[in-house]
């Protein structure tokens, strides 16, 4: 009875000192979500299925809002760590590996929203369950994805356009 209090009285304040952090960490995301609104860009990238405004500020950030400093998709995939890169040597060819130098948080954003998008985004499935088909582990398929996303946020980014799904053709009788 006399150690049940004070355990009590622990479980307590570190349940309220949890709901304070969170508290904080939701002011924390809306200012985050209104910085990422200013942006120029805000509007195309969170057009794309997967991408919220926390992956779209994380991309912001990463890439340093300035998509003109990465010249291209592949460049930017590269840069992302989702494209693989030849490591062929003298006897041995056809070995795409990942590249050594890239960004984790890129990555992390890419492969977050490729994840989300299988949920949430009927092509992004299918482009998921072909590649499962072709014998690719979840990994694989998840970063395979990946790297076709980069290539369309680019291009959405490109051509200042947002994202606009292509609808599901059904069998006509």
């Known amino acids: 009875m006399t150690r049940e209090k004070p355990a009590a009285q622990l479980v307590h304040t570190l349940a309220r000192e949890v709901m304070r952090l969170n508290e904080q960490i939701a002011e924390t995301d809306k200012l985050i979500e209104a910085r990422f609104r200013e942006h120029k860009h805000a509007e195309v990238i969170a057009s794309m299925p997967g991408i919220g405004p926390l992956l ?3 991309f912001l950030a990463a890439t340093g809002g300035d ?7 592949d460049r930017l995939a590269g840069f992302a760590g989702v494209a693989p890169a030849p490591r062929d040597s003298g006897k041995i060819s056809g070995n795409p590996q990942r590249y050594r130098r890239y960004s984790r948080r890129l990555q ?3 492969y977050t929203s490729a994840l989300i998008s299988i949920r949430c985004c009927e092509e992004s499935c299918r ?4 590649k499962r088909a072709e014998g690719k582990r979840h990994t694989q398929a998840v970063l395979v ?3 076709r996303r980069v290539n369309v946020l680019w291009a959405l980014l490109r051509d200042g356009r947002c994202y606009e799904p292509i609808p599901s053709v059904t069998n006509a009788a």
């Open 108 to 110: 992390r954003v890419f």
């Open 127 to 130: 482009f998921y369950d072909r």
């Open 56 to 58: 779209g500020a994380e």
């Open 67 to 73: 998509m003109m400093a990465l010249v291209s998709p």
């Open 145 to 147: 994805l990946a790297r």
